[in-house]
């Protein structure tokens, strides 16, 4: 089983560069999210979608898009990165239920802006 | 705005202690507390606690959570050198996928 999986793993880019973190699940699941972690600061919500074409801003949305045209995809654009913007991206992904129900992260993209 | 604390941040044991992890929030519409041990890369699910006073049990990981005083605590007995990770608290306010994380406690158990 895939689970969910993230591409790229490793990236660094310049200041002002635009990029798309990759992300996809196979299991079927309605719920996806991006976070980012920070050293000190846990994993922070930046974008989430409850499905196909429908996605809201979490914590810390500012200089990040994401859209979903697909159940399986939830890709993150970085827009113009920036120094602000060097974190480990973890994309999730989990199903409906009457609680917050386990997200099944991937195994995370180190991004540095230069 | 939501909020989750744990704590220690950092923890140094030695293998055979006995540790406990604190995990305390302040959110709007909680419906269930997650702990998760995180090695160098992804998360990975440890318990999902939903009910005050329900023990969850695997091995030598136990949790608890207290709907009332706003806390869970995540023990570990016996503790091994594998056991060092560091160890995050969620909570769930929705069943929208959303989670608030805490910092994270950093547990180290030395041979």
């Known amino acids: 089983n895939a689970g969910v999986t993230q591409t790229p793993k490793f990236q660094v880019l310049k200041t002002g560069q635009s990029m798309t973190l990759q992300c996809a699940q196979d299991m079927n699941h309605e719920y996806m999210s991006w976070y980012r972690q920070d050293p000190g600061m846990g994993l922070r919500l930046i974008h989430y979608s409850v499905g196909a074409g429908i996605t809201d801003q979490g914590e810390v949305p500012n200089g990040y898009n994401v859209s979903r045209s697909t159940t399986e995809d939830f890709p993150l654009r970085l827009l113009s990165a920036a120094p602000s913007q060097t974190s480990v991206y973890f994309c999730?992904?989990?199903?409906?239920?009457?609680?917050?129900?386990?997200?099944?992260f991937g195994q995370g993209t180190r991004l540095t802006v230069v | 705005e939501d909020k989750v604390v744990q704590s220690p941040l950092s923890l140094v044991v030695h293998e055979g202690d006995t540790v406990t992890l604190n995990c305390s929030y302040e959110?709007?519409?909680?419906?269930?507390l997650l702990w998760y041990k995180q090695e160098k890369k992804a998360p990975t699910f440890l318990f999902m606690l939903?009910?005050?006073?329900i023990e969850k049990k695997s091995g030598r990981l136990s949790s608890i959570l207290d709907k009332k005083e706003l806390f869970s605590i995540l023990n570990i007995t016996a503790t091994q050198t594998g056991d060092s990770a560091v160890y995050l608290c969620a909570v769930g306010p929705t069943s929208y996928g959303k989670l608030t994380f805490g910092q994270g406690t950093i547990l180290t158990v030395h041979p």
């Open positions: 959110v709007t519409n909680f419906r269930s």
């Open positions: 939903t009910s005050s006073g």
């Open positions: 999730a992904s989990s199903y409906p239920g009457a609680y917050a129900t386990e997200a099944f």
